[in-house]
Structures are given as C-alpha cells and as structure tokens.
C-alpha cells in the first residue's frame, strides 16, 4: 500500500519508530536515515534507546535526526537492568504512539519499505496487535557468504521449541526478529522479559490473550546485520529457552549457561546469567506513579 494511503488510515493514531542500541555506532545513522523521511507524515516520532554503549552511537544517532535517550533518561531513578528487553520496556515511558514499530540498529542498509510495511496489517486489518517481520538472513564466514545460514537461534532452538510446545506458533517464520510493530494498548498491558527474552516472551503474550488472528506477518525480503560468535548465540538461546518455558508455564531451573571456551591454556570456564524476573506492565507502573504523586 502506498504511504499516503497509510497515512490516511492512520486515523489520528500516533506512530513511533523505536530503534534499541548498544555499541552500534557504525549503523545506527543508516537505520535512522532510512525512517527519518516518513518523520512528520506516517510516523510521529523516531527514538533512539541506547542500552549503556561505550562508543558514539548516541552521538551519531542524534547527529543522524533521532531522539536519542539512555536508560537513565528513559526513566530517571529507576536502577537499569542489563538486555534488550529493558530497552523495550523503557521505550513505552518515552514513545507516545499508540502504534510501535521496533527496529535493530545493528541493521545493514535497511530498505526504507520496512516501516510502511510493518504497519500495513495494523493500520489496514481488523484485530491485528503485533506484526512480525521475516526475511532472508544471509551470514558471512570467512570468505564465504550463506544467503541462508544467519538466524541460528531462530532456526535451532526457538522455531523447534515452538513446534514442539507451541505448535499453533510453528509457522511464525522469525519469532525472534527485532523488526515488529505492535500495538501499546498491548505492549503496555504485558510484563516484558529481560535480555533477549524480549521478542518471545511478547509473541507467547500475544498469543494467549489474542489468539493467533491478531499476529501478522510480513516479508522485509533480506536483512543483514552484525553476526555474532557461538558463544554469545549461546547465552541468547538460554535466555530465549526461560523465557518461552516460564510464558508455557514449564519450570525453568533458573541456572545459567556455562560454557567451556578454549584458552591458551586449556579450557575457561565460562558462566553467564539468566533472568526469570520480568519488568511490570508498563501501564501499571505509570498508574503506580500518577497515584504517588
């Protein structure tokens, strides 16, 4: 559908574009320029959310047309926990639209397209709450390019747990995709999962309270981002197994990850944590706050 088109179904609703960041300083600009036409016509407002970097992504995305905000920003007095879905609750204390498009800012050359597209279903179907991107996700090794093989979280632990104790969930093509749009009536009304529990933990939400009608798909075509090490692959995939037990009311052991990385001598042991603590519903704590104060 053509933006104008969508811009006139937006029917008063306020867009936000909402871009979580940490240490992205080579992309983050490009992943803003490609949203920052629509600024003042399909969406209301593009935000920054930086997770604690330590290099110039906050300069840059300011100097690119974002509003850049930290965590501390973002809700000042509220001690920071480390992970994306903080970032993604903290957003909805500083977005104001009633719709939301989230996107990674470790994005290489990210097709303009992906906002218009993201908020076609919500702005154009009835009952759609939260809108999953998918995409060919080619990864680079050594010289070699797999137009296939990035997405191994996705395709080795999430999509198979999915099938096997969620099957109605199985044919979600990216249900760990960082590029969504969704509803606030919904997003604000739902805990959020810590680290990289985030976009689970919100597509297992949206399915037990709105069915799977009120998901939407849409294909983005080809994504390129920064690829991670196994190891860090690791800790994502243990974060995104609790997360999706603790939503299917399984009982996760609460123990992190351990994982054994070769050293110079020998073998590191390495442990890494995992959080079975969600933030509130964001609604609930602006309700909490107006009350005190």
């Given at each position: 559908?053509?933006?104008?088109?969508?811009?006139?179904?937006?029917?008063?609703?306020?867009?936000?574009?909402?871009?979580?960041?940490?240490?992205?300083?080579?992309?983050?600009?490009?992943?803003?320029?490609?949203?920052r036409?629509?600024?003042?016509?399909?969406?209301?407002?593009?935000i920054?959310?930086d997770?604690?970097?330590?290099?110039?992504?906050?300069?840059?995305?300011?100097?690119?047309?974002?509003?850049?905000?930290?965590?501390?920003?973002?809700?000042?007095?509220?001690?920071?926990?480390?992970?994306?879905?903080?970032?993604?609750?903290?957003?909805?204390?500083?977005?104001?639209?009633?719709?939301?498009?989230?996107?990674?800012?470790?994005?290489?050359?990210?097709?303009p397209?992906?906002?218009p597209?993201?908020?076609?279903?919500l702005?154009?179907?009835?009952?759609?709450?939260?809108?999953?991107?998918?995409?060919?996700?080619?990864?680079?090794?050594?010289a070699?390019?797999?137009?296939?093989?990035?997405?191994?979280?996705?395709?080795?632990?999430?999509?198979?747990?999915?099938t096997?104790?969620a099957?109605?969930?199985?044919?979600?093509?990216?249900?760990?995709?960082?590029?969504y749009?969704v509803t606030?009536?919904?997003?604000?009304?739902?805990p959020?999962?810590?680290?990289?529990?985030?976009e689970?933990?919100?597509?297992?939400?949206?399915?037990?309270?709105h069915?799977?009608s009120?998901?939407?798909?849409?294909?983005?075509?080809?994504?390129?981002?920064?690829?991670?090490?196994?190891?860090?692959?690791?800790?994502?995939s243990r974060?995104?197994?609790?997360?999706?037990?603790?939503?299917?009311?399984?009982?996760?052991?609460?123990?992190?990850l351990?994982?054994?990385?070769?050293?110079?001598?020998?073998?590191?042991?390495?442990?890494s944590?995992?959080?079975?603590?969600?933030?509130?519903?964001?609604?609930?704590?602006?309700?909490?706050?107006?009350?005190?104060?």
């Amino acid at each position: 559908m053509d933006v104008r088109e969508l811009i006139d179904r937006k029917s008063g609703r306020r867009v936000s574009v909402v871009v979580p960041a940490l240490d992205d300083e080579d992309t983050v600009a490009g992943v803003v320029a490609s949203v920052r036409p629509l600024l003042g016509g399909l969406i209301d407002e593009l935000i920054v959310l930086d997770a604690g970097s330590t290099d110039r992504t906050v300069a840059r995305a300011r100097a690119a047309g974002a509003a850049a905000y930290t965590l501390e920003e973002a809700m000042p007095g509220v001690p920071p926990r480390p992970g994306k879905g903080e970032v993604v609750w903290r957003s909805l204390a500083v977005a104001t639209g009633d719709l939301l498009v989230y996107l990674d800012a470790d994005l290489v050359a990210p097709d303009p397209l992906f906002v218009p597209a993201l908020l076609t279903p919500l702005l154009t179907e009835p009952g759609i709450t939260l809108v999953k991107g998918f995409y060919r996700r080619p990864i680079t090794t050594g010289a070699q390019l797999d137009a296939d093989g990035g997405g191994r979280v996705t395709q080795l632990v999430a999509r198979p747990l999915l099938t096997a104790l969620a099957p109605a969930l199985a044919e979600i093509v990216q249900p760990l995709g960082g590029e969504y749009a969704v509803t606030r009536a919904f997003l604000g009304d739902v805990p959020l999962a810590g680290g990289y529990g985030a976009e689970i933990g919100i597509l297992l939400d949206c399915w037990q309270r709105h069915g799977l009608s009120a998901i939407a798909q849409v294909d983005l075509g080809v994504r390129v981002h920064r690829n991670r090490p196994t190891h860090e692959l690791a800790v994502m995939s243990r974060q995104v197994v609790a997360t999706l037990l603790d939503r299917l009311g399984i009982r996760d052991s609460g123990i992190g990850l351990v994982q054994f990385l070769p050293c110079e001598t020998g073998w590191r042991r390495t442990p890494s944590e995992v959080s079975l603590v969600d933030r509130p519903p964001m609604r609930r704590v602006v309700t909490a706050h107006r009350e005190i104060a």
